[in-house]
Every structure is written in C-alpha cells, then in structure tokens.
C-alpha cells in the first residue's frame, strides 16, 4: 500500500527557511510523479512543486520560483522542499502527493490539479510571521 508521509513545517519568521521533507512507501518513488501542495485558509489547494520522472526541469509555481527548491534524499523515496526567504503568505498547510504515474506532464502541459494525484499525505504546516 503507498503511503506518503510529510514532517519538517513550523513557525517561522519572514525571511528564514524551513525544510520539508516527503517520504513515499510502498512503491518506487523514483518512477513516479511526486510534488508538493499547499493550501492556505479560505483558498484553493495548489501545486507548488513537481518532480517527475523524466528528463523535463521540475516545475515551481510562479511565487515561489527562485526561493523554493526541491532535491532528492539519499533515501530513494525521500523528497525534499528547501524554502528560503519565507513570507507571510507562504503560510499553509503543505501537502506531499504522488501520481500513479511518472509523468508530471500531460501533452506538454504540467499537471496541476489535485484530482490527477491519487496519494496524499496528511499535511505539514507551515506558519510564517512578519
């Protein structure tokens, strides 16, 4: 059975970093798509950060591009998400998901919406204070 599994948010003031980490079980993470999520009070879950398994660049939503990195953990299945320079309105739960498949693309287009990612994680969350 997959199961995906986050730790690493907290309480932290603008300007700092935080690491999140993702652990997926019960598959092989390294031919999967496997990014992160967030979701802030009062809005829309949305895709962050996605790694596939192909030869594509890893995609990063446009307010977080230059602050928010992922790299892979020496353990196969373990997937980080460096944030630097966080803002208040970085502040939400994050989410780990994983597609049953190893594309994060669809027709050349990046696969966004949180229907197309089968397994979750039960969130981290992520609090940013001015």
């Known amino acids: 059975q997959v199961q995906v599994a986050e730790s690493g948010g907290g309480s932290v003031q603008a300007g700092r970093s935080l690491r999140l980490s993702c652990s997926v079980s019960?598959?092989?993470?390294?031919?999967?798509?496997v990014g992160w999520f967030r979701q802030a009070p009062g809005k829309e879950r949305e895709a962050v950060a996605l790694?596939?398994?192909?030869?594509?660049?890893?995609f990063y939503a446009d307010s977080v591009k230059g602050r928010f990195a992922l790299s892979q953990g020496s353990a196969e299945n373990t997937l980080y998400l460096q944030m630097n320079s966080l803002q208040p309105e970085d502040t939400a739960m994050y989410y780990c998901?994983?597609?049953?498949?190893?594309?994060?693309?669809?027709?050349?287009?990046?696969?966004?919406?949180?229907?197309?990612?089968?397994?979750w994680g039960q969130g981290t969350q992520v609090t940013v204070s001015s």
């Open positions: 790694r596939g398994n192909d030869d594509v660049r890893d």
């Open positions: 998901a994983a597609r049953e498949y190893s594309n994060c693309r669809l027709r050349g287009r990046w696969v966004l919406r949180e229907t197309e990612y089968k397994y």
């Open positions: 019960g598959y092989d993470r390294g031919s999967q798509c």
